[in-house]
Each structure stands twice: as structure tokens, then as C-alpha cells.
């Protein structure tokens, strides 16, 4: 199997499909700037659809159904499904179907209001000798789930160029910040990212003492 890294806008859905039982779910759904294309080949009966607001489809396209080696005494029929659609303009949900049904469809939530100007600072929150802190923002404190609405946080420390991600798809931005992770590190840049699953937005970003 041929595989090739391309940069772009897109949309990355990973599902699962059980085509014995007629079933699956899409779990996750978020922006991506890269995709691993291949020749492998594609399951025509499972199928992910993009609609608008209206309802109108914008895409539609089969995609490729991995499944792990089955036991002989446990068949495998459940199958990972990890696929990146192009981003277009309009993108509001996206449909898991098999056989022209639908199974599964993800609705991208609608965001609480963004900061007014700029981003939400933050902090780390418990003891300053714990090796675990939380990750405070006061302005989002008590703050809710939201159906289609989910968010990452990542972190820079000062002995890096690049960024980590230690959390990702979580319902509410609680998360706490392991310094032991950033071995001689004293400070690190924080930002929390929030995303509809087609559009994502830096909402809180702040630089944190690790020592």
C-alpha cells in the first residue's frame, strides 16, 4: 500500500462500522491541515456524507474500513474507519452511512460567545510543588458540555520549538498540565483550542511556570 502526506484544509472523522449488525458511530470529528492519502481500496456500501445548514449534501465519498486480525473464536466485525474530507465552505454535519442508510451523523455544535477581544488568559490552578496542576480559566469556570462542541489543549515548553497536545475532543477544556512531561522545562506557553469540528478557534492562551 501506497501512502503520501498532503497539506490542505480538511476535516478529520474517525468512526467505527459493524456492517453485520447494521450499525456504527462517528466519535470524533475535528479540523486537520494534513492527510496520509493511499491506494487503499475503499468499502463502496460505507459511505460519509457532508451536508450544509440547509440540508443540502456538498460531499459525498466511500471510505476505507480497517479491521484488526479476528480470533477463531471471536470474529472481528467491527471495523476503524479514520477519513479526511476536504473542508468546504458551508460544512455543518457529517453522515456515517452504509448501504444508503444512515447509521450515524455528527451536528457541529454552536460555540459560546468568544472573548471579546483576544483570548482568555490562564493558570495552573493547586499546590505550585504538585507534579499535576490544573488548568484554570476563570472565565469559562462551571462552563457546560455543549453537543458538537469540544476542545484541545496544547502546550510549547521553553526547551521546545514544537507544540504537544495533551488533550483532545474533551467536552469542557478541564485538564491537568503534568510538568513531569517537560523534563527541563521551567515555562511553558498554554493554549486551549475550541472546535465545532469544522472550524476551530484559539479561545485561551497564557505562558505557565513549570518549576
Not at 13 to 25: Q, S
Amino acid at each position: 500500500m501506497k501512502t503520501e502526506i498532503k497539506t490542505g484544509s480538511f476535516v478529520h472523522v474517525v468512526a467505527t462500522i459493524n456492517k453485520t449488525a447494521g450499525d456504527g458511530k462517528i466519535m470524533y470529528v475535528n479540523p486537520s491541515i494534513s492527510t496520509v492519502a493511499s491506494d487503499a481500496a475503499t468499502d463502496d456500501e460505507v459511505e460519509l456524507v457532508a451536508y450544509d445548514a440547509n440540508g443540502q449534501e456538498v460531499y459525498r465519498n466511500p471510505v476505507v474500513v480497517r479491521r484488526s486480525s479476528a480470533e477463531p473464536d471471536r470474529p472481528n466485525d467491527v471495523g476503524l474507519i479514520q477519513a479526511d474530507l476536504p473542508r468546504l465552505a458551508g460544512m455543518k454535519s457529517v453522515s456515517l452511512q452504509l448501504k444508503g442508510k444512515e447509521v450515524s451523523r455528527y451536528e457541529a455544535g454552536a460555540a459560546p460567545p468568544k472573548p471579546a477581544a483576544g483570548a482568555f488568559g490562564l493558570e495552573l490552578g493547586g499546590a505550585a510543588a504538585a507534579s499535576r496542576r490544573p488548568l484554570k480559566i476563570n472565565q469559562l469556570a462551571g462552563l457546560q458540555p455543549v453537543a458538537g462542541v469540544t476542545y484541545s489543549v496544547q502546550v510549547r515548553p521553553d526547551n521546545k520549538s514544537t507544540w504537544d497536545t495533551i488533550a483532545v475532543s474533551r467536552p469542557t477544556p478541564e485538564v491537568d498540565v503534568d510538568r513531569n512531561q517537560f523534563a527541563g522545562a521551567k515555562r511553558a506557553e498554554v493554549r486551549v483550542l475550541r472546535t465545532s469540528g469544522f472550524d476551530e478557534e484559539i479561545i485561551a492562551e497564557d505562558t505557565v511556570d513549570l518549576k
